[in-house]
């Protein structure tokens, strides 16, 4: 159902193809790696998290932080040009990363 309504908004706001499939790379992204660090919020909870800040009802609140502080921390990393993109990250760039993550609005 939720994919659905995804769906037709896409087509409404017409969002192109490749814009869907890197949002839905990033959703699943941050699902799958949060749920290994142990949150359990579904699919859906993360995306609406994530797009509206509709907490999840029925979780922790450290689930429901970990999940917006990723998913911040990963919308940084993702906005660096691709010419500073690497394979991994030296310590203090993780330092700094998590502390723009954390901050909140």
Same mark, same amino acid.
Request: charged letters at 30%.
């Given at each position: ?5 995804? +769906?037709? *908004?896409?087509?409404? #706001? #017409?969002?192109?193809?490749?814009? %869907? #499939?890197?949002? +839905?790379?990033?959703? +699943?992204?941050?699902?799958? $790696? /949060?749920?290994?660090?142990? #949150? $359990?919020? /579904? %699919? ?10 509709? @907490?999840?009802? !029925?979780?922790? *609140?450290? +689930?429901?932080? *970990? @999940? ?6 990963? %919308? ?6 691709? $010419?500073?993109? %690497?394979?991994? *990250? ?8 998590? !502390?723009?993550? @954390?901050?909140?609005?």
């Amino acid at each position: 159902m939720a994919a659905q309504v995804d +769906e037709a *908004l896409d087509r409404l #706001a #017409a969002v192109p193809p490749p814009m %869907r #499939a890197a949002r +839905e790379r990033f959703y +699943e992204e941050v699902f799958r $790696s /949060t749920a290994l660090a142990g #949150a $359990s919020l /579904t %699919r859906v909870e993360v995306v609406a998290l994530l797009d509206r800040d509709v @907490v999840a009802a !029925g979780r922790s *609140l450290a +689930e429901n932080v *970990l @999940v917006a502080d990723y998913g911040d921390a990963a %919308r940084i990393v993702r906005s660096a040009p691709p $010419s500073r993109r %690497r394979s991994f *990250l030296a310590l203090d760039e993780i330092a700094a990363l998590h !502390g723009l993550a @954390v901050r909140r609005r």
